[in-house]
């Protein structure tokens, strides 16, 4: 938990009226992500696919 933002911090004997309640909640269609998000996202996203060619590109096998 140090590591990671934590939502919820309870009880064992808490968590199921707080699943209750979290699963009769209305969520948005659409995650608001502000602009700083977004550019992080999209950088991880360039990271991961760079990774993947470069695993297929040495390992003898290309995706098609």
Known sequence: MAK???DY???IAEI???LC???NETV????????EELDRM???VNIAAQAS???FRFSGFYRI
């Open 28 to 35: 948005p269609d659409k995650a608001e992500l502000a602009p």
């Open 9 to 11: 911090r309870l009880p």
């Open 4 to 6: 990671v933002d934590v």
């Open 53 to 55: 060619a470069f695993q």
């Open 42 to 44: 999209e950088t991880e």
């Open 21 to 23: 309640k979290l699963i």
């Open 16 to 18: 199921g009226p707080l």
